[in-house]
């Protein structure tokens, strides 16, 4: 196990593409987006901070998500919530002037906050103060009044750290493995990256749902997508595409892309040729 470990790449930091985000482009000159790689006390459990604000928008704007194999915890004027692995897709609309505070963890770096397998949240979206009753609404009271998007995030570390999280040698195997759904791309069966850990099929599929919150099998199908709508937009050929991301034909391929996406590739390639 140790000698795997060694031989998988660790998992960004700060991931500086906008994957994920359906629409990545469009409207992005109204908002200030930045983010924030964590302290390193909380590297192993938090993969990066970031904060989006707005300012006197005329219009309400939309931005849908594709999701990734990640817990969320975000903090806005509408809600203070914990977002499991969310299987589909999910958006948010902002309107007139806000901010939006997120810490995006590490995949298996919240299952020491939470306390049990991850998969408990898979789906579901909780409030701070009902998971965290003691001290998460003075956290979202004290973000919410802080004007100031670092000294925001300082709260949030503070916050972390005061629940003592501990080092967890599977959850750092969990994140590697997700890193290499990732950024390999010739990997596109569950027995392939099954391998690659040397772990069965049935070991991996364990790990995941304990630590990552969902199974392997949709994480790199979630992968490729992204991959493919990043593709897309960049004009490759679809029945190319799908042979290289391991689908059985086009048709496979863009039944997913429209089922995760809410549209099919031709249609969100045209969005973002004008975005």
């Known amino acids: ?20 985000w359906v629409n990545p482009y469009a409207g992005l000159a109204a908002f200030d987006f930045a983010r924030q790689a964590p302290s390193p006390e909380l590297a192993a459990y938090v993969d990066h901070f970031w904060a989006v604000t707005w300012t006197d928008l005329a219009e309400p704007y939309e931005q849908r998500i594709l999701s990734h194999p990640t817990v969320n915890m975000t903090i806005v004027q509408d809600f203070h ?18 901010r939006a505070l997120g810490t995006r963890f590490r995949p298996g770096g919240f299952r020491t906050f939470l306390g049990g397998p991850v998969s408990e949240l898979t789906g579901r979206f909780v409030e701070i103060g009902e998971m965290f009753p003691a001290t998460g609404p003075a956290l979202v009271e004290g973000v919410l009044a802080e004007p100031d998007p670092g000294a925001a995030i300082a709260l949030v570390e503070a916050f972390l750290l005061a629940l003592g999280p501990a080092p967890d040698p599977p959850a750092e195997e969990a994140a590697a493995l997700v890193g290499l759904a990732e950024d390999d791309v010739t990997v596109t069966r569950v027995d392939e990256l099954a391998a690659r850990a040397g772990r069965s099929v049935r070991s991996l599929q364990r790990l995941f749902r ?7 099998k949709w994480v790199i199908r979630r992968f490729r997508l992204h991959e493919a709508a990043e593709r897309v937009r960049q004009g490759l050929d679809l029945a190319t595409l799908a042979a290289e991301l391991g689908y059985t034909d086009q048709a496979h391929l863009t039944r997913d892309f429209t089922a995760a996406v809410g549209m099919p590739p031709a249609a969100y390639a045209r969005l973002n040729a004008h975005a």
């Open 81 to 98: 919530r914990i977002a499991g692995v969310i299987d589909g897709g999910f958006s948010y609309t902002m309107r007139g002037t806000g």
């Open 210 to 216: 304990d630590y990552v919150g969902i199974g392997p």
């Open 1 to 20: 196990m140790a000698d795997m470990m060694s031989r998988l790449p660790r998992a960004r930091l700060v991931e500086t593409r906008q994957r994920g």
